[in-house]
T-cell receptor, first 111, second 118 residues
């Protein structure tokens, strides 16, 4: 079945620095979504990417969908303490309607 | 945005008992809802897809007789963990797409239910 992998599992970032988390699917995706889960909370939708090579920005967050629609990345610039949490990518296969979540990247910010 | 609620938010029960968790879409109708399980510091694992008016679709390895799902109305799905055991202790989260169409729609997640089985 479909597998979605995320790296790194953990990201310790100095406040103000940038970092990137990567997401790779074993199969081609119809779209990919990104979620953020704060400690003790539930996942909250951030964005959806649909087109090959698509790039979307949300303030300091930049999301990219690969040309082959099998990988994606999330880049955060000038990290702030409010960025703490786990970021999950979730892919939907072309033929299916369910989301498969990656393992998540747990982000810790050092002030 | 759309709101999904879950009840209870946490529950502690004795081994062998059954626990029912409710998932409601508060301001929209959801013909489909999803149930996930999340162990500490792990990802969300899809357990089953709940379909209003028909049987739920279970993921491979999920026992349908142990995790009973009932999608009684367009705003309510319930998950019953039958004969719960300590290994069933987990964070159970439901979600629903933000419209009647599942494809290409973001999922709105409930706040989750933390189940502890003693």
């Amino acid at each position: 079945g479909q597998q979605v992998m995320q790296i790194p599992q953990y990201q310790h970032v100095q406040e103000g620095e940038d970092f990137t988390t990567y997401c790779n699917s074993s199969t081609t995706l119809s779209n990919i979504q990104w979620y953020k889960q704060r400690p003790g909370g539930h996942p909250v939708f951030l964005i959806q990417l649909v087109k090959s090579g698509e790039v979307k920005k949300q303030k300091r967050l930049t999301f990219q969908f690969g040309e082959a629609k099998k990988n994606s990345s999330l880049h955060i610039t000038a990290t702030q303490t409010t960025d703490v949490g786990t970021y999950f990518c979730a892919g939907r296969e072309a033929a299916g309607n369910k989301l498969t979540f990656g393992g998540g990247t747990r982000v810790l910010v050092k002030p | 945005g759309a709101v999904v609620s879950q009840h209870p938010s946490w529950v502690i029960c004795k081994s062998g008992t059954s626990v029912k968790i409710e998932c409601r879409s508060l301001d929209f109708q959801a013909t489909t809802m999803f149930w996930y399980r999340q162990f500490p510091k792990q990802s969300l694992m899809l357990m089953a897809t709940s379909n209003e008016g028909s049987k739920a679709t279970y993921e491979q390895g999920v026992e349908k007789d142990k995790f009973l799902i009932n999608h009684a109305s367009l705003t309510l799905s319930t998950l019953t963990v039958t004969s719960a055991h300590p290994e069933d202790s987990s964070f159970y989260i439901c979600s629903a797409p933000n419209s009647g169409r599942v494809l290409n729609n973001e999922q709105f997640f409930g706040p989750g239910t933390r189940l502890t089985v003693l």
